[in-house]
């Protein structure tokens, strides 16, 4: 069975700072797909990044960074230089292969509360 | 292009109720899913619709619970005979899903339940 596992509850910084939110997963599937999705206060999830289990090449996107590292079964996610608006839940989520609906698997999540 | 919406985006009801949630998906988006959100925790998924056929059904869904996507367009979730346990934000996405191709699920901004 899928499992997605966020040990940080709650992540708080003052602005500026680093963060880094770290998730752990568990298949038995070798194709699969890693997700990272963001909710903010209003609730909607939104989508940051998508990985297949091929592909481990780390990816930067702006202050967003994430490192898959297939070995340890983590895919962290990093915000550099953090700002207020950053403040939201987010959530780690694993995927099946194609065939099998592609039902997402999320973590618990992690609140990440920025200070100005 | 609008993004998935849903409809209402609260609901108040006394247990023992039936209640029933609308979602339209992005048009020409193939597959719509539905997931479940208590509070403090991610997303649980409950079912999926290919075109309209719901292809599975997690274990959540009890027989209370039902779901169509009659045209294959927009989808309705009934749950009947609300119990407290119900209450939770109930969650739409939908993605364009083919043989060779894998994309994101986009999620609208929920509908939040509340049995009192």
């Known amino acids: 069975a899928q499992k997605v596992t966020q040990a940080q509850t709650e992540i708080s910084v003052v602005e500026k700072e680093d963060v880094t939110l770290d998730c752990v997963y568990e298949?038995?599937?070798?194709?699969?797909?890693l997700f990272w999705y963001k909710q903010p206060p209003s609730g909607e999830l939104v989508f940051l990044i998508r990985?297949?289990?091929?592909?481990?090449q780390n990816e930067i996107s702006g202050r967003y960074s994430w490192n898959f590292q297939k070995s340890t079964s983590s895919f962290n996610f990093t915000i550099t230089a953090s700002q207020v608006v950053d403040s939201a839940v987010y959530f780690c989520?694993?995927?099946?292969?194609?065939?099998?609906?592609?039902?997402?698997?999320f973590g618990g999540g992690t609140r990440v509360l920025v200070k100005p | 292009d609008t993004g998935v919406s849903q409809d209402p985006r609260h609901k108040i009801t006394k247990r023992g109720q039936n209640v029933t949630f609308r979602c339209d998906p992005i048009?020409?988006?193939?597959?719509l899913y539905w997931y479940r959100q208590t509070l403090g925790q991610g997303p649980e998924f409950l079912t999926y619709?290919?075109?309209?056929?719901?292809?599975?059904k997690s274990r959540l869904l009890s027989d209370r619970f039902s779901a169509e996507r009659p045209k294959g367009s927009f989808s309705t979730l009934e749950i009947q005979r609300t119990e407290q346990g119900d209450s939770a934000m109930y969650l739409c996405?939908?993605?364009?899903?083919?043989?060779?191709?894998?994309?994101?699920?986009?999620f609208g901004p929920g509908t939040r339940l509340t049995v009192l």
């Open positions: 048009s020409e988006h193939n597959r």
């Open positions: 990985r297949n289990s091929f592909d481990e």
């Open positions: 619709f290919q075109n309209e056929a719901q292809l599975e």
């Open positions: 298949t038995r599937d070798t194709t699969y797909y």
């Open positions: 996405a939908s993605s364009l899903s083919g043989l060779t191709r894998f994309d994101e699920q986009f």
């Open positions: 989520a694993l995927s099946e292969a194609e065939a099998a609906g592609n039902k997402l698997t």
